[in-house]
């Protein structure tokens, strides 16, 4: 079993907006040899920036369901190990953008959500901390594309 602490941050020309933000992942792990694979769930919270100036609310959230496999590299070392993972996700991302300040639209309430697929790669090093619990330290760089998906006003 594995939990993680996690921060997500965006690039990309459609959501140069978006603001990075933390979130979880716990993960349930087989590991018969070198190669282990993980199954489990994400979860990011993320703001906006336009938002954030207009002075309206927006709050956006990002949430996952994964295959990780992991290649432990070898380095003759009994507690520390390096790996390289990959991961595929199916991701959800669902949004509600309150709207104040006055004037045509104001106090209107904007939601959607949109579902996607995931790549990631990245690596990590882990350190045994004792002989049930590791420290797993790492970063990946992934690739999501959302398919199209409905907004609704709700007033």
Known sequence: VQASGL???FYGANVDTLKAGPGVELQLRYTPGAISWGAGVQYTRHGDTTADRD???ANINLLGVFLEPRYVIDI????VAPYASGRFAVTR???????TGGGSG???VLTYGLTGVTLNGGGAVLARVTNR??????ATLGYTRFGSGEATIVE
């Open 133 to 138: 619990v590791n420290l797993d330290v790492g």
């Open 106 to 108: 104001s106090n209107e």
């Open 7 to 9: 921060y997500a941050n």
């Open 55 to 57: 002075g309206h609310e």
């Open 93 to 99: 991302q669902n949004a509600r953008f309150r709207y």
């Open 76 to 79: 003759n070392r009994a507690r």
